[in-house]
C-alpha cells in the first residue's frame, strides 16, 4: 500500500538522505548536503512556509516532495512552489501521489497559484507532458553557470 503523509523532521531528513543516493545522478545540477537542508527545512517547517511531504509503500520510504508558499515578489499573490521532488527510480508513477498531496495542501493553504520547478536535464519530455496534462504552462527558463574567482 502506498501513503503519502506530512513528514515528520526525521522523515524530511530520511527524505534528503535518500536523494543523496542520486546526488548529480538524475541532474548533474542537483547536490544534496543533507545536514545543510534539514536545517533550512527545520525553519521552514516550524514557522508554517514550508511543508515535506513522504511518501512511503508498504511503510518503506520511496520518495518526497517539498514546497513553500509566500507571497509573489512582484504582486503579493500567495503562490506555493515546489522545491523538490524525488521518488526512487524503481518506484517511479508512484509519485503522482506526492504532486496530488501538494496541490491539495496549496489550495489549502489559501495559495492563489501553484508553481513546480522542472529540470532540464531530468526527464524533460515526460514531466513537461504530465506538467501540462495537469494544467500548468511553461512560465520562464532558468540559467545557471557556475562563478569562478
Given at each position: 500500500?502506498?501513503?503519502?503523509?506530512?513528514?515528520?523532521?526525521?522523515?524530511?531528513?530520511?527524505?534528503?538522505?535518500?536523494?543523496?543516493?542520486?546526488?548529480?545522478?538524475?541532474?548533474?545540477?542537483?547536490?544534496?548536503?543533507?545536514?545543510?537542508?534539514?536545517?533550512?527545512?527545520?525553519?521552514w517547517l516550524a514557522s508554517g512556509v514550508g511543508i515535506v511531504f513522504a511518501l512511503k509503500k508498504?511503510?518503506?520510504?520511496?520518495?518526497?516532495?517539498?514546497?513553500?508558499?509566500?507571497?509573489?515578489?512582484?504582486?503579493?499573490?500567495?503562490?506555493?512552489v515546489e522545491t523538490f521532488w524525488f521518488v526512487n527510480k524503481e518506484d517511479r508513477g508512484e509519485?503522482?501521489?506526492?504532486?496530488?498531496?501538494?496541490?491539495?495542501?496549496?489550495?489549502?493553504?489559501?495559495?492563489?497559484?501553484?508553481?513546480?520547478?522542472?529540470?532540464?536535464?531530468?526527464?524533460?519530455?515526460?514531466?513537461?507532458?504530465?506538467?501540462?496534462?495537469?494544467?500548468?504552462?511553461?512560465?520562464?527558463?532558468?540559467?545557471?553557470?557556475?562563478?569562478?574567482?
Amino acid at each position: 500500500m502506498t501513503t503519502v503523509t506530512v513528514a515528520t523532521i526525521e522523515e524530511a531528513k530520511a527524505v534528503f538522505v535518500l536523494a543523496k543516493q542520486y546526488d548529480g545522478g538524475f541532474s548533474r545540477h542537483v547536490k544534496v548536503d543533507v545536514e545543510y537542508a534539514t536545517g533550512v527545512w527545520m525553519k521552514w517547517l516550524a514557522s508554517g512556509v514550508g511543508i515535506v511531504f513522504a511518501l512511503k509503500k508498504d511503510g518503506r520510504l520511496i520518495g518526497g516532495l517539498g514546497a513553500i508558499k509566500m507571497p509573489d515578489i512582484h504582486c503579493g499573490l500567495l503562490t506555493a512552489v515546489e522545491t523538490f521532488w524525488f521518488v526512487n527510480k524503481e518506484d517511479r508513477g508512484e509519485g503522482l501521489r506526492l504532486l496530488d498531496a501538494y496541490e491539495i495542501w496549496a489550495k489549502d493553504s489559501g495559495c492563489k497559484r501553484v508553481a513546480i520547478i522542472h529540470l532540464e536535464d531530468s526527464y524533460p519530455e515526460a514531466l513537461s507532458r504530465i506538467y501540462k496534462r495537469r494544467g500548468y504552462e511553461l512560465v520562464e527558463s532558468h540559467y545557471v553557470r557556475e562563478v569562478t574567482p
